[in-house]
């Protein structure tokens, strides 16, 4: 039987039912497609100014962008990472999926508490990923692996000596090959944590543009949000990729091709948005059935874990 929303007997209806139609929508499109194209040429160029910023800088030297610059990028940065994090993936990941949501309420959703599950389980795998490169890197190496200070990663200088260690002398050949060396095991590790910092970021950026392009009356107001978000998080980024220690054979596209990852994500998703703005619908019925809707809020559940543990730990 189809449910009727104008004709429903509380005493037989079934509960998801009821959910589903109070919580999923129609789709919201209202128009204004000129300015919601200009919006994608805008987003690409605050993006991708957002996220080259730190590293041009780091690049020319002649513009003497002092330290503290940078530690001010990276750390707001984080800031608005990890308030994505908990604003637009954690409270979202419970109201699709949680166990008063529609989809919570169907089949298998509705047997265990999958949001937090997710979450723990995102958070775990990066953490033993994290083991896991560590114990390669010395393993491989043979060395015990150090974490570089910031500042001396952009100044590239060397640690304070302690009052235990004691004046060798070494070679040219032994320091060059010394320096190599550290060099080659902190770009493994911290390019490692880059990458999947990056990865819950672009995944996330999808349905963003996604649903940006098919917004209604809130699109105005989304836009001037997303403008700060990509910003401040291509920001956030962008000064954690100029910090890493990159060896000379990846430093002429490497860099640049995260640039372009995460500039070009969300413009291109509005894009398709937009190509789809009267078809597509985030939040249907018929969509909170299919694979297209699970696939959405696991992913933003993935992504919650990854860049919160990234930004925090």
């Known amino acids: 039987m189809t449910f009727d929303p104008k004709n429903v007997d509380l005493t037989t209806a079934d509960a998801r039912e009821i959910v589903c139609y ?71 990941a419970y109201s699709n999926i949680g166990s008063n949501s529609c989809v919570g309420m169907t089949g298998n959703w509705s047997l265990y508490p999958w949001a937090p599950a997710i979450m723990l389980f995102s958070c775990m795998s990066i953490f033993a990923v994290d083991v896991t490169a560590q114990k390669y890197v010395a393993d491989k190496y043979g060395l015990e692996i150090h974490t570089t200070t910031i500042e001396n990663m952009i100044t590239k200088s060397a640690p304070p000596a302690t009052a235990t260690q004691t004046a060798v002398p070494r070679t040219d050949e032994e320091s060059s090959s010394e320096y190599y060396m550290a060099e080659k095991i902190a770009f493994a590790q911290q390019f490692a944590a880059f990458s999947i910092l990056e990865a819950g970021i672009i ?38 990729l100029s910090m890493i220690p990159m060896p000379k054979k990846y430093r002429r596209w490497l860099p640049w091709m995260c640039i372009v990852g995460y500039g070009i994500t969300t413009p291109i998703s509005m894009a398709i948005g937009l190509g789809v703005r009267t078809t597509y619908n985030s939040g249907g019925y018929e ?19 990854t860049e919160t543990y990234r930004r925090c730990i």
């Open 22 to 92: 109070l919580q999923l929508g129609e789709n919201e499109y209202n128009g204004h497609l000129p300015a919601r194209v200009s919006a994608v040429f805008v987003m690409l160029v605050v993006s991708a100014l957002g996220v080259a910023f730190p590293y041009i800088g780091k690049q020319m030297p002649k513009l003497r962008i002092p330290t503290h610059v940078y530690l001010f990028a990276r750390y707001f940065g984080s800031g608005v990472i990890i308030s994505t994090a908990f604003i637009h993936l954690l409270d979202p």
């Open 203 to 240: 995944w996330h950026s999808v349905f963003i543009g996604l649903n940006f392009g098919v917004a209604g009356e809130e699109w105005s107001t989304l836009y001037i949000v997303l403008m700060f978000h990509q910003a401040f998080e291509g920001l956030g980024i962008g000064a954690r």
């Open 287 to 305: 969509a909170a059935s299919q694979q297209e809707n699970d696939t959405r809020n696991l992913t933003t559940d993935w992504s919650w874990g």
